[in-house]
């Protein structure tokens, strides 16, 4: 998606906690059991999730 140049990652791109946040928008940990959600700021650092690491999915732009 482009607006005036500027490329967002697409939804749904993954990433790991401790890797940095490319997108700021709403991420959700990627297990089908848990609808557990957060809003990240691009640059921010991914944080574990109940004490483990586990992977965040884009599913809204800010």
């Given at each position: ?58 599913i809204q732009?800010?």
């Open positions: 998606m482009s607006l005036y140049g500027l490329t967002k990652v697409p939804l749904g791109t993954k990433k790991r906690t401790g890797e940095t946040c490319p997108e700021s928008g709403v991420w959700k940990v990627d297990d089908p059991r848990d609808s557990t959600t957060g809003p990240f700021a691009k640059g921010n650092t991914f944080p574990p999730y109940k004490g483990k690491a586990v992977v965040w999915v884009l732009y800010a």
